[in-house]
């Protein structure tokens, strides 16, 4: 099989990006990595034949505080502002469904899906999940490193004044905020959230649950990677786990360039042995930390369905890795919100 002639054909989709705040290079030029750093623009993405990505609204843990929810919140809709703006040129559009994003693949559009990350972001105000999905956001992942209002984090902040945990997983409000997620057809993202919230919402959620971009604690023993039993109620609740490209998360103490496009695939093997083709996907992080040798941004990403097809995985197994898995889940999401 000619790994780039599949590279080609792919509806290739990275299930989290972030972009840079409050101002960066243009999305829409090809800005020299070297000088500003950036792993993702149109250009790049178009260059190593991406045709979609979840660009998420970072908001950073900051003080559990009226004051606090209100900066995060304004931030969150703003950058969800600035990332709808890279969705308004021909050769890109925001795509929040399922059969958007595959006919902007057919028309030859970039897809734009918008995401928000940290929960942070709705403070106590369950209300903001519907002004995220007004402006497209199709996941919200529950928290960022910090506990916030709706769960404990994998890595509490200590500078913040966290303790190991804080509501013992998900809060009474992180269990309404699951349910309001389910309403809205957004998908609910463990990555970042401690074990046992995690395992919890898993439960929980009418729809399956998701880590947009984390990898296999097996592997790499991290708090923020996904250990078996994670992995094992990911798949009962047939949900998925994104591998993502961040360098300490694949190896570990791995740093850009001793890591290779091989190390992350050995998680996706591992992922597939364990739980099932169907419940693996691919992320980068890019412009969040993510990016080592062989996938430093994204116009390098054919690179990946090359070593898949060095392994042995078919045409069909490596469209779902890239991206037919996370359709699924998105189509689920949103038959269980028209479902009411
Ligand atoms: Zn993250």
Avoid at 20 to 29: I, L, M, N, R, T
Avoid at 239 to 244: A, D, E, H, L, R
Wanted: hydrophobic share 40%; with cysteine.
């Amino acid at each position: 099989m000619d790994a780039a002639a599949l590279h080609a054909t792919l509806l290739a989709l990275d299930t989290h990006i972030d972009i840079p705040w409050p101002s960066g290079p243009d999305f829409f030029a090809d800005s020299p990595r070297d000088q500003t750093g950036r792993r993702v623009d149109l250009p790049k993405m178009r260059a190593g034949g991406m045709k979609a990505g979840c660009f998420a609204a970072y908001v950073p843990q900051g003080p559990r505080t009226p004051d606090g929810w209100g900066a995060a919140s304004t931030r969150a809709l703003a950058m969800l502002d600035a990332i709808n703006a890279m969705g308004r040129d021909g050769s890109a559009r925001v795509a929040s469904t399922a059969d958007a994003i595959e006919a902007a693949h057919r028309d030859g559009a970039t897809a734009i899906i918008p995401a928000v990350e940290n929960g942070h972001a709705m403070g106590e105000d369950l209300g903001l999940l519907g002004a995220f999905r007004a402006k497209g956001a199709r996941y919200l992942t529950l928290t960022h490193n910090g506990h916030n209002a709706l769960a404990d984090s994998s890595n509490p902040r200590k500078d913040l004044g966290d303790a190991e945990t804080l509501h013992g997983g998900l809060s009474e409000l992180g269990r309404e905020a699951v349910g309001e997620l389910n309403r809205l057809g957004m998908l609910v993202d463990i990555s970042h959230v401690s074990k046992q919230a995690a395992l919890q919402a898993a439960m929980l959620s009418r729809t399956p649950v998701l880590a947009t971009h984390s990898c296999v604690r097996a592997l790499c023993d991290v708090p923020r990677n996904v250990d078996d039993l994670m992995l094992d109620a990911l798949r009962d609740c047939e949900g998925m786990v994104n591998i993502t490209a961040v360098p300490s998360f694949v190896r570990p103490g791995g740093r850009g360039d001793g890591v290779t496009v091989s190390d992350y695939v050995d998680h996706i093997d591992y992922v597939v042995k364990r739980c099932g083709l169907a419940h693996v996907g691919i992320s980068s992080d890019f412009d969040g930390g993510g990016g080592f040798s062989g996938w430093r941004d994204a116009s390098e990403s054919g690179n990946l369905t090359a070593e898949l097809v060095r392994r042995g995985y078919g045409a069909a197994e490596i469209a779902a890795l890239w991206g037919g898995n996370f359709l699924r889940l998105l189509r689920r999401a949103e038959e269980a919100a028209d479902a009411g």
